[in-house]
């Protein structure tokens, strides 16, 4: 489907157009220090679907959910023991900036599963400039914004950029002009014993080493270490094994069905009646969730998943999938 792009300006009309269109669950692009993100909201499956799709992003990441301010942030995650006077400090040394700090999901986040990408930690930003700002606190929720560019190509940096890349795909872009920094976030790891550097970025490793001390890089853990949240291969397994491209149900499977045609089971999630892919990628990780615990409680022992089609996000919810049926190590 293709869409008419807003071009809207940093007014405060142009803000609240653009704060209201993502309340409805639609896809704005708006300037950041770092680079044009594409926001949605991240409290919702399906509009974070939609960054996916109009992305063509092939594997569900976890995305960076951005804030006003630090107090609204830090309230999603969970906070406890030394990580959180960490936090703390690096919020008040980079924040507003170019930092995102990955930290534990408090059980009470409003963060979907979608947005974490099924993993218990969520990536946390606040980003520096008025107009970002400015549309945060009046959409006043968390926001999920990964780079406004189609997946492989170069990150945009201003409001033309998003248009070349993403016109027709997205609701709108508002326009602030060029970002001052140019490149995205530095992404810091708290969730592990040693403070982790995943991505360089706007936020030098010598500035997050005269906070936190030895910060680690991936490449010392060298194979051990995924890249990037969730790029473990079994890292999305569920408690039950998960058999693919099911085509019948064994009795004590639990069936993760997509479609109007499924066999019969004794315990059924259906991604999508309509076999829309963008349903399925929004059920996804709620569907896995629900047919592990309930399966489980009913004493089934697999979940058997239809097959999922080789296309759009079909592509991403077949490479979860797939991480799902990895053993876990």
Request: aromatic fraction near 4%; hydrophobic fraction near 40%; include cysteine.
């Amino acid at each position: 489907m293709t869409l008419h792009t807003e071009h809207l300006y940093a007014t405060p009309a142009g803000i609240e157009h653009a704060a209201s269109l993502i309340r409805e669950g639609r896809l704005v692009a708006f300037g950041t220090e770092t680079v044009y993100g594409l926001g949605a909201l991240a409290s919702s499956d399906q509009a974070v679907a939609r960054i996916f799709a109009a992305k063509g992003r092939p594997k569900f990441n976890p995305l960076i959910s951005h804030f006003a301010d630090a107090d609204s942030a830090l309230a999603q995650a969970d906070l406890q023991g030394p990580i959180q006077e960490l936090a703390h400090k690096l919020a008040d040394a980079f924040w507003p900036g170019p930092l995102t700090l990955v930290l534990p999901r408090a059980r009470s986040s409003s963060i979907s599963d979608l947005t974490a990408a099924g993993l218990d930690s969520i990536a946390l930003r606040v980003p520096r400039g008025q107009t970002a700002r400015a549309l945060l606190r009046a959409v006043n929720a968390p926001v999920a914004a990964p780079s406004a560019n189609l997946s492989g190509t170069v990150s945009p940096s201003d409001a033309f950029h998003v248009l070349r890349s993403l016109g027709g795909r997205i609701d709108a872009v508002l326009d602030s002009g060029p970002c001052s920094v140019g490149v995205e976030s530095t992404v810091l790891d708290l969730t592990r014993e040693t403070p982790t550097l995943l991505r360089p970025g706007g936020i030098t490793l010598e500035e997050l080493t005269a906070i936190c001390g030895k910060v680690a890089h991936p490449d010392d853990f060298a194979d051990l270490l995924p890249s990037s949240p969730g790029r473990l291969a079994s890292h999305y397994a569920p408690e039950l094994p998960v058999r693919l491209d099911a085509t019948s149900v064994e009795p004590r499977e639990a069936l993760l069905a997509f479609g109007p045609e499924t066999p019969d089971a004794a315990l059924t999630w259906n991604l999508s009646e309509q076999g829309n892919l963008e349903e399925a990628a929004a059920r996804l990780f709620a569907g896995l969730r629900f047919l592990d615990s309930e399966g489980a409680r009913r004493g089934l022992t697999r979940i058997a998943a239809q097959t999922i089609p080789r296309h759009g996000l079909g592509l991403a919810i077949r490479d979860r999938l797939r991480r799902a049926s990895e053993p876990r190590s």
